[in-house]
């Protein structure tokens, strides 16, 4: 082969790395801005417009309380993902046509999102079917656009990659969110109402979704596998997701490290969905000063995600991991003591969590990535995102019960070590270099 050629492909590769990167800045303002910020607060008000005298909203007939309905939705949108993945997985794995996949995913999510704009009055109805539509669609696009970094990055440089995917999106994040707390904080000086500016930035991320998942869309390549194949794929979905818990069954390592990033990464996603609580009820912060936390979060993450990408070159994606496992557990120790009424603390905590949490998620991706077999990659991360979605239910549950028993947000915060120890031992015995050979695949240099 001519060093031309080698060169040329050399290009094609990084030019196919970079409108990778633009999908994670495509879809993140959502999770940022409408599920993280602006979406519960909004459809929780329209609810409660629409409950009757008790408090109850009646969605099919079934008595909700209001200040519910915004939880309840998120959990449906769980139960559809997990449904939909494996079929989307195989799908993908069996024609290797993953760009038609991934347009369909996230042009649904995005006009859903688009869609909330006409979330206003009692329309509670509606704002739970967008919800749904939304973050199941977000969720089954990950799946196809996870299953692309093996076949755009070396063993050698995926740590990298996907660490600047993880940024990118951490970067968008932040920007899209600044742009709308300009909005909703001077709604007034832009002429319009407060539940208006709400629904222009509810709205502005699926446009942002939509416009920018053209980049990837046009840069991606879809490559014919072994396992392709066009007869029926979607037929075969959960026979096939079946046929990978078999096939995993004969890779006891990926499945051991699948383990650890279940039990983790159900840590860091409670962390993030109930630090706020943990702030405004525990605390006595205001929502000004956790939506800054939020913004401090997003911006740190974009440093923390590429810092880490590069101890990962020097020390290895699993040893940076179990670093960051570790800081992830004195974040939480420091969190039990933070004085209330102080929001200087509270930002050095969001501080601490912005620098671990985009690094922690964007090894764990890499590194599975190494232990996924060949022409698998779409139905095996379809397991690695089920094992995320569908099992994000544990941590909350323990928050739950642990301050019904103690009547303490503090000691329900703090409840949360367990799972940064437990995954930390669980990862800590896996020989990740055998796991890498047993899957098939070549071992790094430094893994």
Known sequence: ?????????????????????????ACSVYSTSVLSVFLGPYLTSVAKSAADADGFVHPLGIPVRAGSFFAYCVSASVIVSILVMPLVGAAADRTGRKKPLLAACAYVGATATTGLFFLSGDRYLLGGLLLIVANSSVAVSMVVYNSYLPQIAPPEDRDRVSSRGWAFGYAAGSSMLIVNLVLFTAHDSFGVSESTAVRICLASAGLWWGAFTLVPLKRLHDRRTTAATSAAPAVHGWRQLAATVRDMRGKPLTLAFLLAYLVYNDGIQTVISQASVYGSEELGLSQSTLITAVLMVQVLAVAGALGMGRLARTYGAKRTILGSLVAWTVTLAAGYFLPAGAPVWFFVLAAGIGLVLGGSQALSRSLFSHLVPPGKEAEYFSAYEMSDRGMSWLGPLLFGITYQLTGSYRDAIISLVAFFVIGFVLLARVPVRRAISDAGNPVPERI
């Open 1 to 25: 082969m001519s060093t031309d050629t080698v060169r040329a492909q050399a290009h094609d590769l990084r030019r196919e790395q970079r409108g990778w990167y633009f999908y994670d800045w």
